[in-house]
């Protein structure tokens, strides 16, 4: 029974691994508890646990020691650091403080890596931190010479590169606003987002490398531009080395002839107030137009560099590599590593080409020490049963990162037992609402079968009941009872912060509900079961989709599956749409051995009542499963955005299926 512990319930717990003393003295966390009670005579915290139960309780002194622990500037940030208000979206923090984001991620300036990019095509860049400063500062001053001010929209339609880094550290400096999407996305949905922003510039690649393939998006640029009427620039990056024609396009021009009648110079930061808009950030748009959510370049900064430095224990030098592509929040969050003086190891393009292993080369041969990506990749090798350990010794490697969705337990077992034994692997749980996240990595404590380790640092964090009663080894919603710096400063077009209120106060007054369901053990530790809004409830009883999900992906005939609930007489039935892998198809004997796992893993609730085959899943382009938009589909609800999907022509695989019709 070495290394099981029974939870409150009875339950197993199997710790997979455990920090030692050594490693424990030397983390951030440790440095951090240190100076607090060196400046608080009167506090003595012992542990991380003593922190999360000090920030909650005093937040104006946790996040004004951590201002200076991670050496924002300027260090004088004044009066007024917490004034709360009647109605929690109101609250304002560090209502004196000025900053500039950029003058933070670009503290230094030597000539060690800042940036390496890997392109697919195994096209290299590498930048000191002395080429980026020089870089910043010409496309600052390009982008000022267009007549781009303060609160302007700058909006990137393009691929994880430096150019992408760089325009965005240079629009902050300037005190614009900073919004991007992949290059994968079809105009519609671009349009869908950038549409309601009224940018002034546009940045573009003229296309991509994904899967072996070459792909020119001239033709999108194009009609992007022609339909942003306050566009003063188009901006074009030649990513793929093309040589586009801009003739049919208004106001474009190259990168390079953008940028190069400048010469570097030292950059003059302009202080901004702490709510100063840098990012706008989208929700999903399956069920209309996206949300346009407006997050502070203050808030943004403190969050980031509270989950970097503290819960993953990024250090100066560090290397960091995010699979990840500009719309999704990961990239917001990864480019601020820069602050902490870590090197952003950049990749685009597929993980899966030409060979299936090819990040872990990039980590081996790049000393890459801190790895995220999406839960979906990592199931992903363990169904095709890769061993990354077999073929690269990830020496350098210390810490896995894992969000999207909830990392299945059998996968936290394979990264240990396949990827590397010696790893801290966080699975970390937030969202595009707050660019950050709610439960997350914690260095100094052990790491448990298919758990979260702690909750972040200064978010009071509760699960609600449906009756709002906070609970533990319950699932309920996840709820944050108290004020956080990185909550959206407004949603764009607005009023009365109507939508705001709405996406996440409409449930119990003045708390934030995330919308996911979650368990929180008495151990501090906790469970994501996904969406609440897709939570299923057959019989009344509430199971989370990603139960069923962690059961039926152990099948090597599945690829994935989707999990729905159908109405029917006042009830609900659970129906679950499954891809298999290529060479299998669905039989009653697969049908039977699902069923029974579900029934003897989980529970007979569990059991759906169809299983059927389906060519495709629809997902966003970030790669989430769209349970709700399946679920509409199935209970014959309107679509109405379809241009947010990446597959939208497998909707036709759920519509008026006649296994499941109802009569």
Not at 22 to 29: A, E, P, Q, R, S
Not at 116 to 141: C, H, I, P
Not at 214 to 240: D, F, G, Q, R
């Amino acid at each position: 029974m070495k290394n099981k512990f029974k939870n409150n319930k009875g339950a197993e717990r199997k710790i997979l691994w455990q920090p030692t003393k050594k490693y424990i003295k030397k983390t951030n966390i440790t440095k951090f508890i240190n100076n607090v009670n060196q400046i608080n005579l009167d506090v003595s915290i012992e542990n991380s646990d003593d922190l999360y139960n000090w920030s909650i309780a005093n937040p104006q002194d946790f996040w004004s020691c951590f201002w200076k622990f991670a050496d924002i500037k300027p260090n004088n940030f004044g009066k007024g650091i917490l004034l709360p208000k009647q109605n929690m979206i109101d609250t304002q923090w560090f209502k004196n403080a000025k900053l500039n984001f950029t003058e933070n991620l670009l503290k230094y300036k030597n000539n060690n890596e800042a940036i390496v990019f890997v392109s697919e095509n195994d096209t290299k860049w590498r930048l000191t931190w002395r080429e980026l400063y020089g870089s910043v500062s010409r496309t600052k001053q390009a982008l000022e010479n267009e007549g781009l001010e303060p609160g302007d929209r700058v909006v990137a339609f393009m691929p994880n590169c430096p150019d992408t880094i760089i325009f965005m550290l240079a629009t902050a400096s300037i005190g614009a606003t900073w919004s991007s999407c992949s290059p994968d996305f079809g105009a519609p949905a671009i349009l869908d987002r950038f549409g309601q922003l009224t940018p002034k510039i546009l940045l573009a690649s003229e296309g991509y490398y994904y899967n072996g393939k070459t792909h020119n998006v001239m033709h999108c640029v194009a009609e992007i531009a022609s339909k942003l009427p306050t566009l003063k620039k188009v901006i074009i990056s030649c990513y793929t080395n093309n040589q586009p024609s801009i003739l049919e396009i208004k106001n474009a021009i190259l990168v390079r002839d953008f940028v190069d009648p400048y010469h570097e110079k030292q950059i003059k930061f302009r202080r901004f107030p702490f709510d100063h808009p840098l990012y706008i950030l989208f929700s999903s748009g399956t069920t209309g137009l996206p949300k346009c959510i407006v997050h502070g370049a203050g808030g943004t900064l403190l969050q980031h560099l509270k989950e970097h430095q503290l819960h993953t224990n990024l250090k100066r030098n560090d290397r960091l590599l995010y699979f990840t592509t500009c719309g999704w929040m990961m990239w917001n969050w990864m480019a601020s590593a820069l602050a902490s003086g870590t090197t952003l190891m950049l990749f685009d393009g597929s993980p899966f080409y030409p060979y299936s292993l090819r990040l872990f080369r990039y980590i081996d041969s790049e000393k890459i020490t801190v790895f995220g990506t999406s839960a979906k990749y990592l199931d992903a090798l363990k169904n095709l049963k890769e061993n990354p350990k077999k073929h690269y010794r990830l020496k350098t490697l210390r810490t896995i990162l894992s969000t999207g969705s909830p990392l299945n337990p059998d996968t936290f077992e394979y990264v240990y037992s396949k990827v590397k034994r010696n790893v801290l692997l966080c699975s970390i749980s937030g969202g595009t609402d707050i660019v950050s996240c709610f439960v997350l990595g914690d260095p100094t404590k052990p790491v448990y079968k298919g758990e979260i380790q702690r909750r972040g640092f200064g978010m009071a964090v509760e699960v609600l009941n449906e009756n709002g009663n906070s609970v533990l080894d319950e699932k309920g919603e996840l709820t944050c009872s108290k004020p956080f710096p990185s909550m959206p400063i407004y949603f764009w077009n607005d009023k009365n912060n109507k939508k705001y209120i709405q996406s996440y106060f409409s449930k119990f007054r003045n708390v934030w509900c995330h919308g996911d369901l979650m368990t929180l053990s008495k151990q501090g530790t906790a469970i994501i079961f996904g969406r609440s809004d897709t939570t299923l409830n057959p019989g009344g009883v509430r199971i989370g989709t990603s139960e069923i999900y962690r059961e039926v992906e152990n099948f090597p005939e599945i690829d994935e599956g989707v999990a729905i609930g159908q109405n029917i007489n006042n009830d609900v039935r659970i129906i679950l749409f499954i891809k298999l892998n290529n060479k299998f198809q669905l039989t009653p004997l697969l049908v039977k051995k699902i069923k029974a796992r579900l029934k003897n893993h989980a529970s007979p609730r569990h059991v759906p009542f169809k299983i059927i085959s389906v060519p495709d899943i629809p997902r966003t382009k970030s790669g989430k499963i769209v349970e709700k938009t399946v679920t509409n589909l199935v209970n014959g609800n309107k679509i109405t955005n379809t241009a947010a999907l990446a597959n939208p022509e497998s909707l036709q695989y759920f519509i008026n299926r006649k296994e499941i019709l109802v009569t």
